[in-house]
């Protein structure tokens, strides 16, 4: 049975995966307006694996009999500027989710939940992973110039 402490953390750890998938959603809107394809294309993807991750979160705290909430989602940026800019946005929020993150397993450990901990190393791992991503990503445009992101969009077409 998961305490009433970490349950709260994690359902607030719930509310900020699926703000993030809302975030990358609208961004994708944003990229599709501006005719980048490609990275509209990326971008859903990515708010759907946020979705999941909200998800996935949920099913863990109902197996441990725990009470999984969706709670009102605050409303995200609407503008973003250039392409660069948009990379740079989804590299600065992955480093503060890895943080959200980091405080999670805080709990876990403070409520001594080892199975919890456990858990929840997946998504210490699957951060190092989505920042790297991202920071490479931001790389590329950088180096593309103006011209080259016609290649960096084919290249977010294909995930
Ligand atoms: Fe939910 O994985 Fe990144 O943010």
């Known amino acids: 049975m998961i305490t009433e402490n970490l349950q709260k953390a994690i359902n607030d750890q719930i509310t900020a995966e699926l703000w993030s998938s809302n975030l ?7 990229m599709a307006k501006e005719g980048w394809d490609g990275a509209a294309h990326w971008l ?5 694996e946020e979705k999941e991750h909200a998800v996935d979160m949920a099913h863990y705290l109902i ?12 409303v995200v940026p609407q503008g973003w500027g250039s392409y660069a800019e948009v990379f740079e946005h989804v590299y600065k929020h992955e480093c503060h989710v890895s943080e959200l993150i980091d405080k999670l397993v805080d709990v876990a450990s403070a409520e001594k939940d080892k199975a919890t901990q456990d858990f929840l190393w997946g998504y210490v791992r699957e951060q190092v992973e989505e920042e790297a991503t991202a920071s490479s990503i931001v790389d ?6 103006e011209h080259g992101l016609f290649y960096i969009d084919a290249e977010l077409a294909k995930r």
Do not use: N, P
């Open 140 to 145: 590329k445009i950088r180096k593309a110039g």
């Open 63 to 74: 197996k441990r009999g725990g009470e999984a909430k969706v709670s009102m989602i605050d």
């Open 44 to 48: 859903a993807k990515q708010a759907e």
């Open 24 to 30: 990358y959603l609208q961004m994708s809107f944003y």
